[in-house]
């Protein structure tokens, strides 16, 4: 099935467990996206969320092709009002939502050479290139070279990388009919 997460068409209360991973973080308004979730859960049914977020993020040692694939990364990203740091909102926009018993978790993954998601923050931005070049935020031949400087820095196993923080996030329903 494929659909719009903002209004999927789905009949309300369906669900005993609604759950979005790294959905929220795509778009410009991600409460509106909570409140369909909210929708389509039955009342004392449960959301879930499984979210990035990007403001805190490590490789050492440190290296400039790293912070500058950062901030291309950022300015790329946020272009539409999507919310790199939505991972630490997630319990706010639970609340407003209505949700209750919310509880959190948060991850920080920790990538060896050989993990593809080492790779994660070059890779989104390699993937937004033409993008990045039609936003003038770098020349073709300075992406190419910081591509490889960032990549040949990463592919040493001695380098430590963490790219984002995860928030696992849940709430319930509230049932008014208790």
């Given at each position: 099935?494929a659909?719009?997460a903002?209004?999927t068409g789905?009949?309300?209360g369906?669900?005993?467990?609604?759950?979005?991973?790294?959905?929220?973080?795509t778009?410009p308004?991600?409460?509106v996206v909570?409140?369909?979730?909210v929708?389509l859960?039955?009342?004392g049914?449960?959301?879930?969320?499984?979210?990035p977020?990007?403001?805190?993020?490590?490789?050492?040692?440190?290296?400039?092709?790293?912070?500058r694939?950062g901030?291309?990364f950022?300015?790329?990203?946020?272009?539409?009002?999507a919310d790199?740091?939505?991972?630490?909102r997630?319990?706010?926009?639970?609340g407003?939502?209505?949700?209750?018993d919310?509880?959190?978790?948060?991850?920080?993954?920790?990538?060896r050479?050989?993990?593809?998601r080492?790779?994660?923050?070059?890779d989104?931005?390699?993937?937004m290139r033409?993008m990045?070049l039609?936003?003038g935020?770098?020349?073709?031949?300075?992406?190419?070279?910081?591509?490889?400087?960032?990549r040949?820095h990463?592919?040493d196993p001695r380098?430590?990388?963490?790219?984002h923080?995860?928030f696992?996030?849940?709430?319930?329903k509230?049932?008014?009919?208790?």
């Amino acid at each position: 099935m494929a659909a719009d997460a903002r209004d999927t068409g789905l009949p309300s209360g369906s669900f005993d467990l609604v759950h979005a991973r790294t959905v929220l973080v795509t778009v410009p308004e991600p409460a509106v996206v909570v409140a369909e979730m909210v929708r389509l859960a039955r009342p004392g049914g449960w959301i879930a969320s499984l979210e990035p977020d990007a403001e805190y993020s490590l490789c050492y040692p440190a290296h400039p092709a790293w912070t500058r694939v950062g901030e291309i990364f950022h300015a790329a990203f946020g272009r539409n009002g999507a919310d790199l740091c939505i991972g630490r909102r997630l319990t706010e926009l639970y609340g407003a939502a209505g949700l209750e018993d919310i509880g959190v978790e948060a991850r920080a993954g920790v990538y060896r050479a050989s993990d593809s998601r080492r790779t994660i923050r070059p890779d989104l931005v390699r993937s937004m290139r033409p993008m990045i070049l039609d936003m003038g935020l770098i020349g073709e031949r300075e992406l190419d070279e910081l591509d490889r400087a960032v990549r040949e820095h990463l592919d040493d196993p001695r380098t430590l990388v963490m790219p984002h923080l995860t928030f696992l996030v849940w709430g319930r329903k509230p049932d008014l009919t208790r």
